[in-house]
């Protein structure tokens, strides 16, 4: 038996409760804060045993297990899905041959909905990271849905759509036509697949699921580290779970604000898109001398969609369409350590070679199981969340308006979460986060200021709403997900938090990291 046991009494009355209700095969019905009791406190005295993970080509010192969470709170002993879990233990190893005390577990969740965290624990090889790999076991998981963590699907994944594709910024009624044609069937094949189940997977039992991990790990309180989704799941953890706070680290956030979940925060993200996507046209125009995609940002556009008139007309590599290219240099927006990488595909495509191109933004067959899974379980659970406007002239008055001043990505945000307008089951209604003084130790807000994924108002709402939390602020920058990254100030606030628990003061800024070096082709 674990000897972790955090609710005593409580739960052993629960327990006691319940089991005698579910004799004869019924499962016992309470609350789902009850439920997360009971089931975290079977997760404590089971712990996780972890061995070799499946996939062979993880690094050795890599370990994975499972752990059981209910698929309905309510019913914690009906039936249960396994999460998977990896781990690389602390190295205890500072610098030099100093030892170091070791600080229990960080659990990790890079975001989505829909993204795995299992290779996380391996991070703790890259440098920025080793101080924090000697006093940390580094945990990830796949949280439900996710790889192997009972996995959800909408459609089959020979059905995905590889290309070419168009992406217009402005769309034709007929093209709205077939895009809302297609995510009502891609709704009712959420409906199909998932059944009964498919309720389940929103982002409250993402919560509750992480309570359950850290019993299982033998945690009394929880250390953790989200990045954007894994800042509103988190922050949802931190109001329904205070007193099981440790340390907990929000990088680049998700805005909580009821009104916000999700409709409303993805019209912000189309907007803050916009920025980021003029952010990288201003440096590929100071870099022309290598690119010669043109010395302003406006030349740099006219570069852009000259590529992209001409891949309407013919698809290079047969695969490689407008909506190929936008999605390629969708991701520039999240990080500028791929400016280089895109300018110079779309330099060597206007020069005559498309192989950059097709082997940047092409087809990957072999992760088409993992997208369409990752589709499915961000479809979901921003679905199940919160309700969703449910009239298609809503969508279209608000995206046509956006549109006119923000074309990159507002059309193309609209096809990816139109499915919630048609979905069929119920809706939860999103948590008021808020938190009152001295229920929560202070916890660590990062986020960058022109972050277009995650807008920076969201770091500011939920630093409003939690009490004691400090946030930092790389200025005039815009990665997404800075912590752990190139930015030294931002790393030492990181390390000060989570080796020592200290915070800045309630709000403090660090300068830009530096942009990335052009390089030219060879």
């Not at 039992?205 to 945690?219: C, F, I, K």
């Not at 009821?258 to 993200?269: A, C, F, H, K, S």
């Not at 999240?334 to 082997?359: C, H, I, M, N, T």
């Amino acid at each position: 038996m674990r000897a972790v046991v955090l609710y005593g009494a409580v739960g052993a009355v629960l327990l006691a409760g319940l089991s005698a209700g579910s004799a004869g095969g019924e499962t016992g019905v309470v609350t789902e804060v009850q439920g997360a009791v009971v089931a975290a406190e079977r997760a404590a005295d089971a712990g996780i045993r972890f061995g070799k993970c499946a996939d062979d080509v993880l690094p050795g010192n890599l370990r994975c297990g499972k752990v059981k969470v209910p698929l309905d709170y309510s019913r914690p002993f009906g039936k249960q899905i396994s999460l998977t879990v990896s781990r690389v233990k602390a190295t205890g190893k500072g610098v030099g041959k100093q030892k170091v005390a070791r600080q229990g577990a960080l659990v990790f969740n890079p975001g989505g909905p829909g993204a795995s965290g299992l290779y996380f624990p391996v991070i703790g090889f890259v440098p920025e990271w080793k101080r924090i790999a000697a006093a940390y076991d580094l945990v990830g998981y796949e949280p439900r849905g996710v790889g192997r963590s009972a996995p959800l699907f909408c459609q089959d994944p020979k059905r995905l759509h590889r290309g070419p594709s168009q992406a217009p910024a402005h769309p034709s009624e007929s093209y709205k036509k077939e895009r809302i044609a297609r995510a009502k069937a891609y709704a009712r094949g959420c409906a199909k697949r998932g059944g009964s189940a498919l309720r389940h997977y929103h982002s409250l039992n993402n919560a509750r699921d992480l309570d359950v991990l850290r019993a299982a790990l033998g945690e009394r309180r929880l250390t953790f580290m989200g990045a954007s989704y894994g800042t509103y799941f988190g922050a949802l953890y931190a109001a329904l779970f205070p007193s099981h706070v440790r340390r907990m680290v929000f990088d680049s956030v998700v805005n909580p604000d009821t009104e916000q979940i999700w409709y409303r925060n993805n019209l912000d993200q189309s907007a803050a898109f916009e920025g980021r996507w003029a952010d990288f046209r201003t440096w590929v125009s100071k870099h022309d001398a290598v690119y010669g995609l043109g010395d302003t940002p406006e030349k740099v556009l006219a570069s852009y969609e000259r590529v992209a008139a001409r891949l309407a007309r013919e698809p290079a590599g047969g695969t490689v369409g407008p909506g190929q290219l936008q999605g390629a240099f969708l991701q520039a927006a999240y990080y500028d350590e791929y400016w280089p990488q895109r300018a110079l595909a779309l330099s060597a495509y206007l020069k005559g070679d498309a192989k950059p191109l097709v082997q940047l933004a092409g087809p990957h067959p072999g992760a088409a199981v993992e997208q369409e899974n990752s589709n499915a379980v961000y479809t979901a659970v921003e679905c199940n969340d919160a309700p969703w406007p449910t009239e298609w002239r809503v969508w279209d008055r608000d995206n046509t308006r956006l549109a006119r001043i923000a074309p990159f990505e507002t059309w193309d945000n609209v096809w990816t979460n139109l499915p919630c307008a048609y979905w069929s089951g119920p809706r939860q209604r999103p948590l008021d986060v808020r938190t009152e003084p001295g229920e929560l130790p202070p916890t660590l807000i990062l986020a960058a200021e022109r972050d277009g994924a995650t807008p920076y108002d969201g770091a500011l709402e939920l630093h409003r709403r939690l009490w004691g939390s400090a946030l930092v602020t790389e200025r005039d920058s815009g990665n997404h997900g800075v912590g752990g990254g190139p930015n030294k100030c931002v790393n030492a606030h990181l390390e000060a938090y989570l080796l020592e628990g200290r915070v800045p003061g309630r709000s403090v800024g660090c300068a830009p990291h530096p942009d990335p070096e052009p390089s030219a082709a060879k």
